[in-house]
Structures are given as C-alpha cells and as structure tokens.
C-alpha cells in the first residue's frame, strides 16, 4: 500500500486565513470569540461565537462562483486554493480523472436555506431568491471545489457531523490506497446559522462567553465556522512531481457508540476503539504518540469522558494534550478539519497550541498532560486528532512528520 | 469489488420488507398503479392542491417499532430503522431476541447509508417554529434531527450496531456510492457486514423547492418532470468468502463500481449532467468487475423524467452499452433521490430471481433472467456512479473471484 501524505495545507476559521495567519493566532493563544453579528441572537439567552470575521469571496473565488455558491461552499473552496497553491498545483495541475474531492460538513449551505425559508414563512412561497435554491445541495460542496480545479473524479460529502473532517481525510486517505485516485482534496467546511445557534442553546450546551476544555468552571462550547482543507497525495504523485511532503497520513480508526445520538457512552468505549483502531496496523505503540488534539469542546458531558478514554488507550505514557476549540469554537464538521491542519502545523514547527481560558483543572480531567494558557515546544512526531459527533460517531485520525512512520501494511486479502 | 448481498429489507409504497416489495415487482403495471396517487398523505393538500407522489402510504411505525422510544424521531429515521430490522432479519443476522448465536455480533455490523434531503423536513419544522415564533422555542429533543447523520446514528443506537456509521450525500448517486463506502470498510477489516443503501421522505420544503424549479411532473403524470418518491432500502452486504462462510444465502453479488464527474460547460450552470461522466462510470464499474459490455444483460437506469439528465443517461448508455436494454426502476416508485441506488438495486435482484424486467426504456425484452445488471445513477450535478450486479451463482463465472 502506498503511503499518503499531506502537501498543502488551506485555512478560512474565526482566527485568521491562511496557514501562517492560523498558525500564529492559535500559538500565540488568541480568542476567535465574539458577539454574534451574522443573526439576530436577542431572542436567546446566548450572544457568542466564533464567526469567521474578514472573509470576502471575490478575494478567492471569481464572479460567476460568487454567484452561483453559498458561502460554506465559498469558503470551501477559498481553502482548496489556498492548499493547492502551498502544493504547487496550482492552474489545471489538479484537473483531470484522477483528482477527487471529498469533504465534510455538517449542514453545509445551512444558510441559504435558512434565508429562503425565512422568505417563505415570512413573505409567502412566492418569495425567495429562486436562484437561490439549485445552491442549497449539500451534494454541492465538493462539486463547487471540483469545478474550481477542474478535477473529474469521486465527488463525495461526508456530514458526519462534528468528526465530518477526519471522516473526510480518512476516506480520502482509503481511496488514494486502494488506487482509486492520486490526489485529493479533503477537509471540510461549516458556517454557524441560526438554527444550529439555538439548537445547541436550547440543549444547554452553549457557554455565555467563553470555551473553557477541562476547567472545573466550563460551561459548555462556543459554536464556531470555517473550512480547513488538505491536499492529500499519494507518495508516487509526491516523488514524480518532486513535491514536498508537510506530514504523512498513517490512518484512522472509526466507531460508533450507538448509545445516544448526542452524548458519548460514559465509558468511552467507542472513542478508546477508534482511538486504538487510528493505531492498529501502524507498527506503533501508545508509546510514540507525542501529541493528541483532543475533541476538548467544554461541555460536561464530553471532557471527562475524554479524559477517561485518553487514560485507558495511553495509561502512564500520556501524550500532550490541547483542545483548540477554546480559541476557534466549536466548528462542527469542520472543527476537525481546521485541527487536522493545526496538528501538521504542530509536526512542522513543533509547537503545541495552548487551550486558553484554563483557571483550575476539573479533578475528572486532572490526569491529563494539557498545554494550559501558552504554547509549548514539544518534538511532535506522531499526533492523534480525535472527534466525536452526534449519532455517536467516533472518529479518530493519525498524522505524522514525514519519514516516522513504517511503511503501511498491507490489507488482508 | 466482490460483494455479497445476504439480505434485503425496505420501507416502499409496496409495504415493508423484501417480500412485499418482490411481490409486487411480479406485476410491475399493478405495482405503478399502487405507488401513484394524486392525494399525498404527507403534503399540505391546501398548500399543494392537486399533487403526484409515491409515498409510503399507510405508513404505521408502531407496526415496526413498536410504541414507544421514537416519538422524537422523524419520518425518515423510522423508514430507515424498519428497513434496517428487515434487512438485519432477511441476512440471518439478528432478530427480535437479537443477534443470532454463532453468528454475526454487534461490533461486526456497520451502516453506509445515502441521503439527499434528509434532514430538510426537520430543518423546516424548526425553523418555522424559528421564524414564525422565537428561536428559544424550538423543541430540543427535535434538533438532532436537524443534522444529516442522526437518521442513521438512530439506526445504529435502535439496532445496536457498533461498527462504523458512515453516511453519504452524493445527490442522487448517494446510495450507489454507499456500496463504495461499505467495500471500502470492509476491505480494511472495520466491519464484516453493513447495511447498505438509504433513505428518502415526501416532504413540503422539498415539494416547494422542486415546484418552485418548475421540475416537476403535472399531477396527471403526463409529462416531462419528476415525481417525488419515499422510502428507504437497505442490503446487506459482506465480503463473498465471508458470507459463504458463515453459509449465509446470497441474493446477488456486486462486482464493480465506477464513478466521475463532468462539470457543466456553462459557468453559470449548476445543474446540469454530462454523458462523459456516465460513460466513465459504467466503464470504471465494468473494469472493476472484468466484464465487456457484451456481457450485461440490462441496464437498470437512472431515468427520473428530467428531459436533460434523461437524454444525457440515454446518449452516454448507447455508446457505452450499445443495444443493452434499459429498464427505468423510478418508473414504479417515483424519485429517491439518495435511496434511489439501493431501490434499483433492489428491483434488479428481483428481476434475477424472475420478476419483469419492466418498463423498458430501451431495447428489446429479456427472454429470461438477468444475470449481469449494471445500476446507474446521475446526480444533478454532473456527477454519476455505477454498479455492476450479478446473480450469485459460481455459473455467472465471469469475474468470480474474490
């Protein structure tokens, strides 16, 4: 089997665009949050998130795939860009049969059908933008990212949630293994509309003012929006083209608690069986993993769950730890996504973000190794992102600094 | 891509369970009669006024999954948990008192299941009560529904299946290229059966989307445009060796799958499909399975009513599969959208086992069974799939091995 590797990386989130710009807001510990401007939030009894703030589209995308995509999509596509430049496969490097586009989301162009509904409930059916409507297609996030590039393979969108990015990545990961494409353009990509607000308002899962993963004083998760993308490659693409390698794709490992369709089983069994299946085949042990970003969203139901899964998997050889949702929200299906790029970045530089507003540890989550407030320096090889999602996904993905990893194994026949 | 299908089970206009549905496939005018009728029971008739739908009709839950622990649950997540228990039970893996002992348990069984619009009815239900109310009154217990994957995730918690849930949005191609999905994780030992296909719902938004486009067909079903379907269908399908193994029956096995994307020619087009894409397909899918195009039998087609995705289908077919019939399964159960692959699937197993292969589209009638069917579907997009079936005997010969 071939191995996999990342070579460009695309960022739109709440901190910044681009690599370097989210690289250094979330080293350098800064907050994505503030009061929610995109909707009218009076009605509620929460007022923050994490909006992406100074996207404009014509920055990235030309006229005509303004007009005809909603924003998820925009941005989507913006980060593709952003990654294939980094790649160097820019201009109709990408086209062709043998380039797939598979992304994740979780409601993807939530927001143009909640304007046109709002239109219709408000003003009649009559109402509504009706070229509108051809964009509300989930379908069309990677049909909109392929048609950017030119590319003319596998089309795919997996909403799976709030583990949409690594499901994305992984199957990505599966597809350039079993020959079916050489290059792929991955990630996912989310925008926080008012319905997905008051629903987690409404299921007291929303903090007033700030995320704070593993602290005795959290209060829940901030929603957040972005779209993180990754140009995954096949190592014969990377050695015709002299291309190089940002960090290796080693695998990942997939579960599902089918025990509530929001909260994980108070076991962890799940999340530990996709923690140890994104291990599974790598000729690795717990014992090289330097680093795991975890799902760490703030709410009380999953850090101590999380906690306990990271105990059980890694027992005295604790990695590293920090939940990057304290700075960027909770970005739903693309959170993992937008921390799958946070994770090479780590590999590169080896820098490991912090997870800020931490004022004193939850007891339940006191074994853990967090980087607290500030960021640290730590020789990260290999890093574990992990993910949950509603319907008890659980999704957990394996990266490394190029040239740690042995060779994949190959499957079973 | 050597797949076995060990088992079957749908929620349709035809009732629930494959035996209803093969029933009614035997007699496909009688079957076109039942499924279409002009008095939705789902859509606001004051609303709608007279309108064409295939829906569930009938449709009890509490007959599948008893009375309580799904009053939160939406139409689609009961259609898809009672096709799930039907499928589960047709391939001998559990029942009503569960797993069968000895064989297949809990962490063994996954899900790859396809929706297009699947959370659009509960995400109009909210947002009404958003809009037309305040935000702060939406029910809690319904926002999860909200979210694509919960129907599926439901199916998982309600069956107790532990292995991987994955699901797909491809438009119209979704439950074709769940049948990727579900290879995919087996060939990487994630699970050794899923359940396989999707799922779909009559709903009013999409109703007033679709009219609004102006692509529907007249009530009277004369006429260009499509005419929304429902249900859901799910297939159990496991690596062949292994299905033989554990000695479970097979229905039919898939040998290939191929799929592509041609964007539309025109900018500012978005919908739009290119027969290209639906070549490059059947020719992936043909590869994969080692078969010539000599070797089909018949085509169970993507043909839904819409005059360009349709001639688009009809142009890419004669030149990749020339003089292969084409029958139009969506010709009995309307448009699924994201189901619509697992029901074509469905209704080609049925016409292996000897149910007419009905309506032809194209080409002359079969004298006897299918033996290689090629399943195809066309997204809106420009994006296609396709899945090359055969019946299960070593006979078939033909890209037999695993």
Redesign the interface.
Known sequence: MQRVFVTGLGVVSPVGHGREAFGQALQSGRSGAAPIAGFDTS???RHVGCEVKGFAARDHL?R?EV??MGRCSAMAVAAARMAAREAGLEGDALAG?RTSVILGT???E?NV??Q???S???QG?DAGD?DA????????LP?HV??AF????????????CAAGN?AIG?AL??IR?GRADRVITGASEVIE??????F????AMAPEKCQPFDAGRRGLLLGEGAGVLILESEESVIRRGATPLAEVGGYG?????????RPRPDGA?SA?AMR?ALEASGLSTEDVDFVNAHGTGTPSNDPVETKVLADVFGDHAPVVTSVKSMLGHCMGAASALEAVSCVLTLEEGWVPPTIHHEERDPACGALRLVANRAERHDVRVALNNSL?????DAVLRLARPGVLPAPAP??A | MRLAITGGGSVSPFGVGRAAFEEALATPDVAAARAFRTTSEVLDAE?VGASRTAEVWGWDPSAHLGKKGHRSYDRLTKFLIAAAKHALADAGIKDEDGFREGRLG?SDV??CSAT??G??DA??E???V???E???F???SR??N?????A???V??W?????????????NCGAL?AVL?AD??L????GKAFLVGGGEVVSD?LH??LS??DVLAPPEGEGPGLTMGEGACYLVMEREAAARSRGATLLGRVLGYG?????PLE??R??DARPD?IV?AVEMALAEASLDAGDVDVVAGARGGLARLDAAEAEALREVLPGVPVAAPKALQGETFGAAGAFAIAQALAWMKGAPVAPLVAGEPLKTPPRVVVVTAV?????ASAVVLAVPEEAAGRGAQE
């Open positions: 009605s509620m009894d030309t005509a007009r005809r049969p979780t409601m993807g939530a059908l909640g046109l509904e709002a219709w409930f408000h059916e009706r409507l051809p964009q509300y297609g989930t379908t069309l049909i392929a048609r030119g590319a003319r393979g596998m089309v795919q969108t997996l909403p799976a949630a499901y199957y599966d597809q079993a008012k319905l997905q607000y008051a629903g308002v409404r299921l007291g997939l579960a599902c608690d089918a025990h509530h369709i929001t799940g069986l299946r999602a509603f319907g008890g996904y499957l079973a | 609303r809990a996954g899900i297009a619009y959370s659009l995400i109009t909210l947002n009404r958003a809009e037309l305040a935000p702060r939406i029910n809690p926002f999860p909200t979210v694509i994957n919960a599926a995730g439901y998982s918690i069956e107790g299946l532990t292995a991987p849930n994955t699901t797909i949005v491809d438009g290229d999905a995919t994780h060939v990487n030992g994630r938004a007033l989307g609004r486009l799929n592509a994307f041609e964007p900018a500012s978005i919908v894409a490059r997204g809106f997009y420009g994006n």
